[in-house]
């Protein structure tokens, strides 16, 4: 047996909501108890030194290139790019080469995460065989072999009848299914938003209402199916209103957002920077502010670094053709921090979105600061100042849109079931 006491802590506690100075006490690497008193007797103490020790990060999304394109991102750069970010679990994406789509292809990238990194990898697997949406995977016989939910990413199943019949299945399953919710016809090729700022620069452009169209066709199927669902990115504020009278329907709906819409806006591809093009594309400052007032009510359930990685060759080219996405498990901390540091969301609302909430839609009991949870957890200093450079991230791919930005924010140790897998030097 271990005993592991971390002392003069200042406990984020997402779960009870609030941010007090106290101890952790953890035990073979479940959490035993927490206070502010006088701390049990343990084998090993770690003085905190006043920073935030918090629940480790449960990132929904994250691209891994294996199998097929491990020049971009590895389970192990994954990995340590995870830990170092203080991202505890990664909930992995199936769009890869090939498609995770069967259980042979999931058991295999299933042994390459647990040999190689040092963080808790929950797999997903497409909904549809090869992400193509005319043909619904083996459900049952992918959730034997471990997946946690289904997507096909940013392929939205444009036919509403193999749509249904997935959602159907997966109701039966109790599956999760996960969409991409954007009207596929109206947003294909898209690089910017429409408005005055995308004709200015020349920018195919998609209207903010084609995500409104794609989230009201999904809930009008979910009203057909009650199947369990979470949309990816909802990034608009014309969404929102869909999605609140959704869930005060009774519907089995959660929603997610991106670190890069809740921190940056359509403005900052002004110089056609493509480490900054993204999918679904950047949104205005009046979205960005509204979603950001979603996140602080709990409307948008979840925040997720949507971390896709892209090689220099797919990323070096004219904005309209570069590949859309960015590496983001190593910033989403700090880049979270600046909406602390802006005094727009408490850092208990923050790791409510990215910890609790993320767990809870899952079924772990990781998240939280609770006696019998997973000692999954993040040490860090909210308030030490960096110029991010992104030859250090630890990705394979370092297309981060903030490279050379001013940040605010840096962890100083990740733990996994109470075993420090990082540490800052």
């Known amino acids: 047996m271990s005993d592991l006491l971390f002392t003069n802590a200042r406990l984020i506690d997402p779960e009870a909501n609030t941010d007090t100075l106290g101890w952790l006490h953890v035990r073979d690497g479940i959490i035993q108890s927490q206070g502010s008193d006088i701390p049990p007797s343990t084998d090993t103490i770690i003085d905190c030194r006043g920073k935030c020790l918090a629940p480790g990060i449960v990132d929904i999304g994250v691209k891994v290139c294996e199998p097929g394109e491990r020049h971009k991102e590895s ?114 090729g898209a690089a910017a938003t429409s408005g005055k700022f995308a004709a200015l620069r020349g920018l195919p452009a998609v209207s903010p209402m084609a995500e409104r169209m794609g989230l009201d066709r999904d809930i009008a199927l979910l009203e057909m199916t009650s199947a369990r669902y979470h949309a990816d990115q909802i990034t608009t504020a014309r969404a929102l209103p869909a999605l609140e009278r959704a869930k005060n329907n009774g519907l089995d709906i959660t929603a997610g957002t991106s670190i890069h819409h809740l921190t940056l806006n359509e403005l900052d591809v002004s110089d056609y920077r493509t480490f900054f093009k993204v999918k679904p594309p950047l949104r205005s400052e009046d979205d960005r502010q509204a979603v950001i007032e979603a996140v602080r009510t709990g409307l948008i359930d979840i925040i997720s670094s949507m971390h896709t990685p892209q090689d220099e060759e797919s990323k070096r080219l004219p904005f309209e053709e570069a590949a859309a996405g960015a590496v983001a498990m190593e910033t989403l901390l700090p880049a979270a921090l600046r909406l602390y540091h802006s005094d727009q969301l408490g850092l208990p609302t923050l790791f409510r979105a990215m910890s609790l909430n993320p767990a809870k839609r899952l079924g772990l009991n990781s998240g939280r600061l609770s006696a019998g949870a997973p000692a999954d957890l993040v040490l860090f200093d909210p308030d030490v100042p960096f110029i991010l450079d992104r030859a250090a991230l630890k990705s394979k791919s370092q297309n981060t849109p903030f490279d050379g930005q001013r940040m605010q924010g840096r962890v100083k140790a990740t733990y996994v079931a109470g075993h420090e897998i990082y540490r800052r030097a």
């Open 75 to 188: 389970y192990k750069s994954a990995g340590a790019a995870a830990a170092a970010g203080g991202v505890t679990t990664m909930v992995t994406r199936p769009d890869t080469t090939p498609t995770i789509d069967n259980p042979e292809t999931l058991e295999f990238v299933t042994r390459r995460a647990q040999a190689e990194a040092p963080v808790n990898v929950l797999p997903m697997a497409a909904l549809t065989k090869g992400r193509e949406g005319g043909e619904m995977t083996e459900i049952g016989f992918l959730m034997d072999a471990g997946a946690v939910a289904f997507t096909d990413c940013d392929h939205v199943v444009s036919n509403t009848k193999v749509f249904t019949r997935a959602l159907t299945y997966a109701r039966s399953c109790g599956a999760l299914v996960m969409a991409h919710p954007q009207e596929p016809i109206l947003s294909a």
